[in-house]
């Protein structure tokens, strides 16, 4: 989940106190997290960007008309009024949108998974790595009291070889 606290750590409130979003993919995991996004008083979503015209429709819903929407998130990118962006697209197009949004010089937050295979998480390592950019991947699942159950189940060879 993007907190308040990961927001306010960024270098880019000292500069203006309010931190300009792009939402990239704003179908439903979008809108679920745009409801946590919109509670904080130092974000402003400025630029919004899906394929599909009903996704963006209904997150026009919660934001209004001020963002500019978009089709292509390479627009998006390209706004000086985009500090970072939320990467909510379908999982093929979390490696190139995320290495897109570095190289444009915007901090990004991308839900999981970014990757499907080691190479493109070298691709996408090597991109932060040049540019800079802070970089946060959703993770959630991976805290759940349930799921850490389960590894500890795993992990204990009371399943037997698994």
Do not use: F
């Amino acid at each position: 989940m993007i907190t308040r606290r990961a927001l306010l750590a960024s270098p880019l409130l000292a500069a203006n106190n309010t931190i300009q979003i792009g939402l990239i993919g704003t179908g439903g995991r979008c809108r679920h997290l745009l409801r946590s996004l919109l509670t904080i008083p130092e974000v402003r979503v400025t630029a919004i960007s899906d394929v599909w015209d009903t996704a963006l429709a209904e997150t026009r819903k919660m934001v209004g008309d001020k963002p500019v929407a978009t089709k292509d998130y390479r627009a998006l990118l390209e706004r000086k009024d985009v500090d970072a962006v939320l990467i909510a697209t379908p999982d093929h197009w979390h490696v190139p949108a995320t290495i897109d949004a570095v190289a444009a010089g915007k901090d990004v937050y991308a839900e999981k998974p970014l990757t499907h295979d080691l190479t493109e998480g070298k691709r996408v390592i090597d991109a932060v790595r040049r540019s800079k950019q802070i970089v946060q991947v959703g993770m959630q699942q991976r805290s759940m009291p349930h799921l850490i159950k389960a590894r500890e189940i795993l992990k204990s060879g009371v399943l037997g070889k698994i």
